[in-house]
C-alpha cells in the first residue's frame, strides 16, 4: 500500500471514529443546557488551561465565554484536537494513566448543545465553582529538590545549541535516591516562546569533557508534562551528581531572560524499588530524512530489547512535518513469519508532546529479542497545517524547519522470574474478568 494511501486509510478511519459521535448528537435530548450539561465538562477537562492564568488562548470559566467561543469549540471537540490527546483511539492500547480526553458522549453532548444555538439554561443548575492550584504549582506536587537554569536569548541570529551547567546538588545528599516523579518546565510565557527543548542530565563524575557516561533524567519540549513513574519503579539518582541542560533555544525578535526549572521528586531515603526506570531516543530513522515538496513519505526506526521490560510510557518526536507515527513490536518467532502488534498510533502536533502513560494493568509486555518498530509520517503538502513551506524539500536536522522521527520510550527491565510472574497475574486477571461476563 502507497503511503499516501496509508493516510487516505487513516483519515477514513477518523471519519469512521466520529460516525458514531454524529449519530449520537443527532438522537442526544435537545434539552442541553451549558449550566446544567456543559459546564461540569468544562470544569473537568478544560478550564485548568482556559483561565486567566492558564496557557490556553481564550478563558472558558462562564456562560459568556463559552458563547462567544462555541463554534469553535465544536470543531476542536469533534475533531478531536481538544483536549490535546491524539491517540488514534481506533488502534492499540487504549488505557492510560493521564487520558485527558474526551469521551464520545461528551463530544455529542457538546455539539448538540452548539447545535441547539448553545441555550444557557437555569443558572442554579450551576455546579459549585471550581477552586484551582496555583497556576505555577508543579504538577508533580512539591519537589523535593529544584534545579534552576537561565540563559539570555538575543533578539535575533540563529538557533542556539549548549550546555548550562549546575552544582546545585552536589553535596545534598550522602547517598543516592531513587526519583518517583520528574518535571522539566519554561517557567513562564517568555520561556516556552524561545525554549524548543531542554534535556536534563546527571554527571556523577562531574566530567564535563565526557558526557558519555552522563545519565539522561528527562526531556521538556512544548506541551510535555511530567512523568510520573509506575508505584514499583524508579530512577536511580546519584550522590554529588553535577546536572547539565542541553537547550535548544531561537530568537523570537525580542531579547529574552528564557528560565527553565527541574523540579524532583524523590522515594523515602533508603528505599529501593523493585524496578529500575529507563527512558531515552529510541527507534532513531534508519536513513536520512528525505521529504520532497509537496510529499508524504514514511520513515521507519527499531530497536532491539535485550532484555525482558515493561513499556511504561510512548512519546512521539517529529517536527512540524509529523502527521502520525506508530509503536509497534516484533516478537521473536522460531518461524518463518514473524508476529506483529501494533501497540499504539498518535496523531502529531508539534504544540503537544503529549507523554501517553500506560496504565499499569496493560503495559506492554515485552520478551527478550523483541524489536520495536518506530513507523513515523511526514507530510509536506499543503493539507499540513504545521507545514512551514510546502514548496521546498525537508530534510534532517536539529532547527526547528527541519525534520526529525524517533519515540521517547519508557521502560523497565525485568528478570524471566518477574516477566512470568506478571504474565501469570494477568491471565488470571483476564481469567477472572471473563468469568464475571
Not at 90 to 105: A, Y
Not at 241 to 252: C, G, I, K, T, W
Amino acid at each position: 500500500m502507497k503511503v499516501r494511501e496509508i493516510i487516505s486509510s487513516a483519515a477514513l478511519g477518523m471519519l469512521i471514529l466520529f460516525l458514531p459521535i454524529l449519530t449520537s448528537a443527532q438522537s442526544m435530548d435537545q434539552d442541553i443546557t451549558f449550566s446544567r450539561d456543559i459546564m461540569p465538562i468544562l470544569q473537568d477537562n478544560c478550564q485548568e488551561c482556559h483561565r486567566a492564568e492558564g496557557i490556553g488562548p481564550m478563558p472558558l470559566m462562564n456562560y459568556d465565554d463559552a458563547k462567544l467561543w462555541a463554534p469553535l469549540i465544536q470543531l476542536k471537540v469533534v475533531n478531536r484536537q481538544m483536549p490535546p490527546w491524539h491517540i488514534d483511539r481506533t488502534i492499540g492500547v487504549q488505557k492510560f494513566k493521564n487520558d485527558r480526553s474526551l469521551s464520545d458522549e461528551q463530544v455529542a453532548m457538546i455539539s448538540a448543545w452548539v447545535d441547539a444555538g448553545a441555550p444557557e439554561g437555569n443558572r442554579a443548575d450551576l455546579p459549585p465553582a471550581t477552586q484551582f492550584t496555583d497556576a505555577t504549582a508543579w504538577s508533580i506536587g512539591e519537589p523535593d529538590v529544584i534545579v534552576n537554569w537561565e540563559y539570555t536569548v538575543p533578539a535575533s541570529g540563529p538557533d542556539l545549541y549548549g550546555d548550562i551547567f549546575t552544582t546545585d546538588l552536589v553535596g545534598k545528599m550522602q547517598n543516592g535516591r531513587y526519583i518517583k516523579a520528574i518535571q522539566t518546565r519554561a517557567v513562564d510565557d517568555a520561556s516556552r516562546r524561545v525554549v524548543h527543548h531542554a534535556l536534563s542530565y546527571a554527571s556523577p563524575g562531574n566530567s564535563r569533557d565526557n558526557q558519555g557516561d552522563d545519565q539522561f533524567l528527562v526531556e521538556y519540549a512544548s506541551g510535555k508534562s511530567a512523568e510520573i513513574y509506575p508505584d514499583n519503579s524508579g530512577v536511580l539518582l546519584q550522590p554529588d551528581s553535577e546536572v547539565r541542560l542541553s537547550y535548544h533555544m531561537h530568537p523570537v525578535g525580542v531579547e529574552t531572560n528564557a528560565k527553565v526549572e527541574l523540579g524532583i521528586v524523590f522515594y523515602p531515603e533508603g528505599f529501593e524499588p523493585e524496578y529500575r526506570r529507563w527512558s531515552k531516543q529510541l527507534g532513531q530513522r534508519q536513513s536520512l530524512l528525505d521529504i520532497p515538496a509537496g510529499e508524504v513519505v514514511r520513515t521507519d526506526g527499531y530497536v532491539y530489547f535485550h532484555t525482558n521490560a515493561t513499556i511504561t510510557a510512548f512519546q512521539p518526536h517529529m517536527h512540524g512535518l509529523g502527521a502520525y507515527q506508530c509503536l509497534e513490536l516484533i516478537y521473536p518467532s522460531e518461524g518463518a513469519t514473524a508476529k506483529t502488534e501494533l501497540i499504539s498510533c498518535a496523531n502529531w502536533d508539534y504544540n503537544w508532546h503529549t507523554i501517553y502513560n500506560y496504565a499499569d494493568d496493560v503495559a506492554p509486555l515485552v520478551p527478550a529479542g523483541t524489536v520495536g518498530h518506530i513507523i513515523s509520517y511526514m507530510d509536506n503538502t499543503d493539507a499540513n497545517p504545521g507545514n512551514h513551506d510546502a514548496r521546498n524539500w525537508t530534510g534532517d536536522g536539529p532547527r526547528t524547519i527541519d525534520e526529525m522521527a524517533f519515540s521517547w520510550l519508557g521502560w523497565y527491565s525485568m528478570t524471566d522470574e518477574q516477566y512470568i510472574a506478571e504474565l501469570q497475574r494477568r491471565n488470571s486477571m483476564a481469567d477472572i474478568a471473563s468469568s464475571d461476563d
